[in-house]
């Protein structure tokens, strides 16, 4: 079965970066596309981008100069980086993978921004 | 950005009542390729979002049959024939055809 576990601070000062790993097992990240989503308080949910089977990557425009999202391999892993964060990241960030769908989702990790 | 309405953004239903989300989209979700990529979640309480649908109207593995998606274009509706206690929850029509992927604003299914 394919899980997905994100894993990363609950806790981040304004203006640093942050730094969420997503461990995938029972399925390989050099096949199909694994995205990162996070859901603000309240509903609102925002993609924010992915990293394909090939490496490749894509990611919302309005965070395209703060976010890397990267792989490795070896370990099944992918991982997200958000630079100058503010409060306004305060959100709940989920792992998942993309086929016509997002089809699984990790648990989620609540990331707080706050000084 | 394609914007996502939702509505109601809030639904109260009895046990066995039939019930229907609609989601409307800024522009048409018609892929060059003829799919039109509109999705269902389900966020239960304290769990991740589950596909419910995707392409409009095809059912994941494991989805009871009492949910159906419809629609084409711009306009979509997801329904459910015969609520039960363990649908409640926000429901978010999500879609793939445009980048950045966009999300509805979500609407709380709430069991009277």
């Known amino acids: 079965e394919v899980q997905l576990q994100e894993s990363g601070p609950g806790l981040v000062k304004p203006s640093q970066s942050l730094s969420l790993t997503c461990s995938v097992t029972?399925?390989?990240?050099?096949?199909?596309?694994w995205g990162w989503i996070r859901k603000f308080p309240g509903n609102k949910m925002e993609w924010m981008g992915y990293i394909s089977y090939s490496g490749s990557t894509s990611y919302n425009p309005s965070l395209k100069s703060r976010i890397s999202i990267t792989r490795d391999t070896s370990k099944n892993q992918f991982f997200l980086q958000l630079n100058s964060v503010t409060t306004e990241d305060t959100a709940t960030y989920y792992c998942?993978?993309?086929?016509?769908?997002?089809?699984?989702w990790g648990q989620g990790v609540m990331v707080t921004v706050s000084s | 950005d394609v914007v996502l309405t939702q509505t109601p953004p809030t639904l109260l239903a009895t046990i066995g009542q039939s019930v229907s989300i609609s989601c409307r989209s800024s522009?048409?979700?018609?892929?060059?390729?003829?799919?039109?990529?509109l999705n269902w979640l389900l966020q239960r309480t304290g769990q991740s979002p589950q596909p419910l649908i995707y392409l409009v109207s095809k059912l994941e593995s494991g989805v009871p049959n009492r949910f159906s998606g419809s629609g084409s274009g711009t306009d979509f509706t997801l329904k459910i024939s015969g609520v039960e206690a363990e649908d409640l929850g926000v429901y978010y029509c999500m879609q793939f055809t445009h980048y950045p992927f966009t999300f509805g604003s979500g609407t709380k299914l709430e069991i009277k």
């Open positions: 998942a993978r993309l086929r016509t769908t997002v089809d699984y």
């Open positions: 029972g399925y390989s990240i050099t096949s199909n596309y």
């Open positions: 522009q048409s979700l018609l892929h060059s390729n003829g799919n039109t990529y």
